[in-house]
């Protein structure tokens, strides 16, 4: 399985997957001429991609959808409340339950909490592997504990540090709502909950959507090795995502 996030953070999320012959994306959240370019310099073309998995229709995850969709029709999987707001995709499938099967890969679905009418997070299993995708949700529902333990790979939401956001320039409405059942998960949440999943199997973690004004590299990093350190957990690769390029290619 190859896994490449081309992009996390307030203007725009995208990340590709790849397991055999079988190639996705989640979320479409940057221009189609950005993802398209992006996709081309990791040597697929965007007419091989088989599907789109949206995890929100907030505009950071949807904002190329419709251009992409117009060039390519490309299969889109979103929720029923998703496509309501996305009325303009016509090729598209229902996630009704909780898992959907596309060519090699088997898709999971969780339930995340954001101010949005709908939201989900995803677990991508493929030839024995599995890939964790969790952002924009305020906090994790422990009854998917079970099912997000010892994972290959874990790209999750560490969007801010508590310091940064409570002392920054934010309204007291916007930083209420961050912090919220219904926001972003902080550093030290998202620090929280990998110690919590992360197993003998987990060869790489993946910090994503990272607040540009409320957050640091650093401090997500060091919030996260804190605590490993803490449990005596150790995992091999950590990479911070960003906004404007793409990943290390992720290979499990």
Do not use: P, W
């Not at 969007?159 to 940064?164: G, K, L, Q, R, T």
């Amino acid at each position: 399985m190859r896994v490449i996030v081309l992009s996390s953070g307030s203007k725009g999320n995208t990340t590709f997957v790849e397991c055999g012959d079988t190639r996705i994306l989640i979320d479409m959240g940057n221009t189609c001429k950005y993802v398209v370019n992006k996709l081309k310099e990791i040597g697929i073309k965007a007419e091989e991609i088989d599907a789109i998995f949206i995890t929100h229709t907030h505009v950071d995850h949807v904002k190329g959808l419709k251009v992409f969709l117009h060039k390519f029709g490309t299969k889109v999987y979103f929720t029923e409340k998703m496509q309501e707001e996305l009325d303009y995709v016509d090729n598209y499938g229902l996630i009704e339950g909780e898992e959907v099967l596309i060519g090699n890969l088997k898709i999971q679905v969780i339930k995340t909490s954001h101010d949005v009418a709908d939201s989900v997070g995803y677990i991508i299993e493929g030839e024995g592997r599995s890939v964790v995708y969790i952002t924009d949700t305020g906090y994790i529902n422990q009854k998917y504990f079970s099912l997000l333990k010892n994972r290959e790979v874990y790209i999750l939401e560490s969007n801010h540090d508590i310091e940064m956001l409570n002392h920054g320039r934010y309204s007291f409405a916007l930083r209420k709502r961050i912090l919220g059942d219904k926001g972003h998960l902080s550093n030290y949440d998202c620090s929280r909950y990998l110690s919590t999943f992360i197993g003998q199997k987990t060869k790489c973690i993946v910090l994503a959507h990272l607040s540009e004004e409320n957050n640091t590299r650093k401090l997500a990093y060091d919030t996260l090795l804190e605590r490993l350190n803490e449990n005596h957990q150790e995992v091999a690769t950590i990479l911070i995502a960003k906004q404007d390029e793409e990943s290390e290619e992720i290979l499990v």
